[in-house]
């Protein structure tokens, strides 16, 4: 039987991750010290691995497929294809981002302010690269974690760290200089893999549930029944997809209407449309938009 090799990334994605397969139709289950999830598709096998060792994985073909950062491909520098962007994480829909990071009273106050300083951080290639590219002499050294500490007890002079919305970088002490990267979450395939047919068509069919499930998270579906003598207002103030869907009903007075919306947006939406003479507004939650 053919089976693909999925990588899971193993930390703080990891429950996003089977979270989000989960709403894609698959069932991946961990177990208490088991680097190997089951999961309810007997073409696939899935691994735990940690997303800074995602890419080199996938590369030499120990895994077929596997979610990990932008940031760790690049640090990486693992020859992969990347299927599609999958932006999600453990606790927004934003990119993290790779930040420097000094003492609040640090003089550093711009990237060229780090020539002839000490740096500290996991993503030492790519910052490397990045202060090279500007012609900046900084020594940069690998942190094993607790990066943001260097810099507050003056180990280093500056730290480069991912955070997403910079709060605990604040609640510390610390200020952030500039962003080197935004990055976010990639499906990433063995080059190989994606040249045996069977496994790039399994491939490619994951990548278009994921993606279906993170544009679902997005929308509502809504219905309502609205008078026909009010139907052009009500029209007017409908999101869709492609156009709203309008049905006859047994009163010839009165249609159904069918609609997807922002689910930020619902809130204002649903009052403007009650106003207007929308009657029995249901607003349900979709699984996946293809």
């Not at 990486?76 to 999600?88: F, I, K, N």
């Not at 490619?204 to 279906?212: N, V």
Request: a negative charge; proline letters at 4%.
């Amino acid at each position: 039987m053919n089976q693909l090799k999925l990588g899971v990334p193993k930390g703080s994605l990891e429950e996003a991750t089977i979270a989000l397969f989960r709403q894609a139709g698959w069932d991946i289950r961990s177990h208490s010290r088991n680097y190997f999830p089951s999961i309810d598709d007997p073409e696939i096998y899935c691994a735990l691995v940690r997303s800074q060792e995602m890419a080199t994985y996938v590369a030499n073909g120990t895994l077929d497929l596997g979610l990990t950062g932008l940031d760790w491909i690049l640090e990486t520098g693992a020859e992969v294809e990347e299927v599609c962007d999958l932006v999600y994480s453990k606790s927004s829909d934003q990119p993290c981002r790779w930040v420097l990071v000094v003492p609040r009273d640090s003089p550093i106050q711009c990237i060229e302010d780090l020539e002839g300083k000490r740096l500290a951080t996991e993503l030492v290639n790519f910052t490397r690269s990045y202060l090279a590219e500007r012609n900046i002499s900084c020594e940069v050294e690998f942190s094993w974690g607790t990066t943001e500490a260097k810099a507050v007890e003056g180990l280093v002079d500056a730290v480069v760290e991912i955070t997403e919305t910079g709060n605990t970088i604040r609640a510390h002490g610390l200020r952030i200089v500039c962003d080197l990267l935004h990055t976010h979450t990639r499906l990433i395939a063995n080059p190989a893999a994606m040249h045996d047919p069977w496994k790039r068509r399994k491939i490619e069919h994951i990548a278009l549930l994921l993606q279906a499930s993170l544009a679902a998270h997005h929308k509502v579906a809504l219905k309502m029944n609205a008078p026909k003598d009010k139907l052009d207002s009500i029209l007017e103030l409908l999101p869709s997809l492609n156009s709203p869907t309008v049905s006859a009903l047994s009163d010839e007075g009165w249609v159904a209407l069918e609609t997807v919306a922002d689910r930020h947006g619902v809130r204002d939406l649903i009052p403007r449309l009650r106003e207007h003479g929308a009657e029995g507004i249901l607003e349900y939650k979709l699984h996946k938009i293809v």
